[in-house]
C-alpha cells in the first residue's frame, strides 16, 4: 500500500496547511497510522464533505492498517 495516498487524499480536499505538512512529517517518518488519524481528525474537524471515491480510499486504508473503523465513519459522504 502507497501510503502516500494519505497525503494526495489530504491536498485534494484542500485541508489546511498545517495539517498537510503536518501529514508529509509523519509519513516522512514512517508514522502512517498517525498520519492517517490525523487526515481522519483534520476532515472531522473542518467539516469537510469527502467523495465517495476518496471515503472508500480511507477505508480501504483504515483497513489495511487495521486502525479503529470509528476514525473515518463519521466521514461517510452526506447525500
Known amino acids: 500500500m502507497d501510503f502516500n495516498k494519505i497525503l494526495?487524499?489530504?491536498?485534494?480536499n484542500n485541508l489546511?496547511?498545517?495539517d498537510i505538512e503536518t501529514i508529509r512529517e509523519y509519513?516522512?517518518?514512517?508514522?502512517?497510522?498517525i498520519a492517517?488519524?490525523?487526515l481522519?481528525?483534520?476532515i472531522e474537524d473542518e467539516e469537510i464533505v469527502i467523495t465517495e471515491d476518496d471515503y472508500a480510499?480511507?477505508?480501504e486504508i483504515g483497513n489495511i492498517m487495521n486502525m479503529d473503523?470509528?476514525?473515518w465513519r463519521c466521514l461517510k459522504h452526506k447525500k
Open 8 to 12: 494526495v487524499i489530504a491536498k485534494r
Open 16 to 18: 489546511p496547511h498545517n
Open 27 to 33: 509519513l516522512e517518518h514512517r508514522e502512517w497510522g
Open 36 to 38: 492517517f488519524e490525523q
Open 40 to 42: 481522519c481528525s483534520a
Open 57 to 59: 480510499l480511507i477505508e
Open 69 to 71: 473503523k470509528k476514525l
